[in-house]
Nanobody, 115 residues
């Protein structure tokens, strides 16, 4: 069974940093495009950063210049470095393939940014 496990969330003050990790057991990790998704309270889940199998990246306008997505194919892991965090970054962060796959949603990791 393929699993995706997110970690690294926490509570920080505005301006702080966090580094999220997502490890998956998916055997074809290196051939797949991956993304980080955020779900804020009362809002739908949406993509904040994506990375292709070749390492090309793209970001939602709201996080450009502050977030950096990366991947380690040898470790089947995707990272999200988040700097200069803002209260509006608060939410549960998930990783999944891009486009997402129903069976790959994990429990996510909570990020809370206080002003």
């Amino acid at each position: 069974q393929v699993q995706t496990v997110e970690s690294g969330g926490g509570s920080v003050q505005a301006g702080g940093s966090l580094r999220l990790s997502c490890r998956t057991s998916r055997s074809l990790f290196s051939a797949v495009d991956w993304a980080w998704y955020r779900q804020a309270p009362g809002k739908p889940r949406h993509m904040v950063a994506q990375i292709s199998s070749r390492g090309a990246t793209d970001y939602a306008d709201s996080v450009k210049g502050r977030f950096t997505i990366s991947r380690d194919n040898a470790q089947n892991t995707v990272y999200l470095q988040m700097n200069n965090l803002k209260p509006e970054d608060t939410g549960v962060y998930y990783c999944n393939a891009n486009p997402w796959v129903v069976g790959l949603w994990g429990q996510g990791t909570q990020v809370t940014v206080s002003s």
